[in-house]
């Protein structure tokens, strides 16, 4: 079955970089996202990334996708404090028809002045 | 625009006791979703909607059912709560089952006890 495998645990200096790391199993995913959950929140959609995709940009954040490897990181750069938060790997099987998604445990990035 | 409204944000349940969890979104999204998150475990897919009048399992569907009352309401039911399904349930929906994005409720914090 599907697995999806984060870090759990980040912690940057605000300013510098952060890369959070995920590696899934299901070589047949079709989207790979990345959640963002803020404290007593919901999920919200940061990126995501198609699977014939190596890199797509937007704004601080960079999504790298190895397909050979199935590795896949967010690189959030000039990270803030505001962007202390859990990040969720996840991706949807291609087979699946539909946005079951399958998540990851979770990284807490935790950003200090 | 309300997104995805759930109700109630906070519920202690006795065990034996049943409720029903309430999920509604205001964006004519077709498909819809109830997660349970857990620490240490992501979230999991407990059951989903792929359009009005249909329902499937997921991931971890024991201890529960769902009804598609309607386009905008997806409700999830404890018949006889367990301690086992103490969580944080979250309800989403997307435009369709491959859109890309799905958005997420706030949240229902449950403790059975």
């Known amino acids: 079955g599907e697995d999806v495998e984060q870090s759990l645990f980040l912690s940057v200096r605000e300013g510098d970089s952060s890369v959070i790391n995920c590696t899934y199993t299901?070589?047949?995913?079709?989207?790979l996202y990345w959640y963002k959950q803020e404290p007593g929140a919901g999920l919200q959609l940061l990126t995501y990334i198609f699977s014939n995709m190596d890199m797509k940009q937007d704004q601080r954040l960079t999504v790298l996708l190895n397909k050979k490897d199935k590795h896949l990181s967010l690189r959030i750069a000039d990270t803030q404090t505001g962007d202390s938060a859990i990040y969720f790997c996840a991706e949807s099987p291609r087979d699946s028809g539909y946005s079951t998604l399958t998540f990851g445990k979770g990284t807490m990035l935790l950003v200090s002045p | 625009n309300a997104g995805v409204t759930q109700t109630p944000k906070f519920q202690v349940l006795k065990t034996g006791q049943s409720m029903t969890l309430q999920c509604a979104q205001d964006m004519n999204h077709n498909s819809m979703y109830w997660y349970r998150q857990d620490p240490g475990m992501g979230l999991r897919l407990i059951y989903y909607?792929?359009?009005?009048?249909?329902?499937d399992k997921g991931e971890v569907p024991n201890g529960y059912n769902v009804s598609r009352l309607n386009k905008r309401e997806f409700s999830l039911r404890l018949e006889s709560a367990a301690p086992s399904q103490t969580s944080v349930y979250f309800c989403?929906?997307?435009?369709?089952?491959?859109?890309?994005?799905?958005?997420f409720g706030q949240g229902t914090r449950l403790t059975v006890v």
């Open positions: 909607s792929a359009s009005e009048g249909t329902t």
């Open positions: 989403a929906s997307s435009r369709t089952g491959t859109d890309t994005e799905a958005f």
């Open positions: 299901d070589s047949s995913s079709t989207y």
